[in-house]
């Protein structure tokens, strides 16, 4: 009767573990695709604020080499430089905002693959 109470707990532990082991493994895979999702945002924001600054440096380069060109046209000018700056700092905020999100992300998916327990206490 004992061993068959033995087994029966030792039965019950196994199935607890494995609905645990389920669950960190679920917890390890959304992490995984959330730092997945991240990163292409991260990428994304880099990428597009490069080719806003490109945008900037060429724009002005162009006002700074003709500095004899019609009023109009030099308004006009200008006001595509300040679009384009209003621009960079738009996508200067978004690579900020991706970059933050990304670490978040990665520390998620430590704190789910048990890589930082070392940092909390664990009792």
């Keep these: 009767a004992i061993m068959r109470q033995r087994n029966l707990q030792m039965r019950q532990l196994l199935f607890m573990l494995d609905d645990q082991l389920l669950e960190v493994s679920r917890d390890v ?16 924001a880099v ?9 900037v440096k060429y724009l002005v380069d162009r006002w700074q080499s003709h500095p004899f060109i019609e009023n109009t046209s030099t308004s006009l000018l200008l006001d595509e430089i300040l679009d384009a700056e209003s621009r960079l700092i738009q996508a200067e905020n978004g690579w900020a905002l991706a970059q933050s ?20 206490q664990v009792d």
């Design 47 to 55: 990428d597009s604020t490069l080719a806003t600054d490109q945008e």
């Design 101 to 120: 999100n990304y670490m978040i992300a990665v520390a998620k998916a430590r704190l789910a693959a048990g890589s930082i327990l070392s940092m909390q």
């Design 29 to 44: 895979e959304a992490s995984a695709a959330e730092l997945e999702a991240t990163f292409a945002e991260y990428k994304a």
